[in-house]
């Protein structure tokens, strides 16, 4: 059964990524330029996070949990760093890896492995020890 929700998590992903895109395409070159500006970023690399990101914010969550950190905690202190962090997420390249690795268990521990917010969450459990 874990191999056919894993299907269906893809499948809907999929979905996700393509209505994302079709928005994206509704919304005409100024809107779309615009909005990119808005988050500090350029109109092919939003079109980049809307077409691989879906899915990114739930592995996110999970892999924040999994270091003990507190997601509402990180956004209120710095949310422009929260956002760069879910770019990188929605663009990552191993999502599978994270998923088998936060369904084991493993994600904290091997995340310099595969993970590109690895740094930064480590990082910010070290500042959180200091203090």
């Given at each position: 059964m874990k191999m056919l929700d894993l299907l269906v998590a893809r499948w809907r992903d999929y979905q996700a990524n393509a209505a994302g895109l079709r928005e994206i395409?509704?919304?005409?070159?100024?809107?779309?330029?615009q909005m990119a500006a808005e988050l500090g970023m350029?109109?092919?690399?939003?079109?980049?996070?809307v077409s691989h990101g879906a899915g990114a914010d739930r592995l996110m969550?999970?892999?924040?949990?999994?270091?003990?950190?507190?997601?509402g905690e990180m956004q209120r202190r710095d949310p422009a760093?929260?956002?760069?962090?879910s770019v990188l997420c929605s663009l990552c390249e191993t999502k599978g890896r994270c998923a088998h690795e936060l369904d084991a268990g493993?994600?904290?521990?091997?995340?310099?492995?595969?993970?590109?917010n690895a740094p930064t969450f480590e990082l910010l459990l070290a500042e959180t020890a200091r203090h």
């Open positions: 395409e509704a919304c005409g070159p100024e809107m779309v330029a350029t109109r092919s690399e939003l079109e980049e996070v969550a999970r892999m924040i949990a999994a270091f003990g950190l507190d997601a760093m929260v956002r760069d962090m493993t994600a904290a521990e091997h995340a310099n492995e595969f993970c590109p």
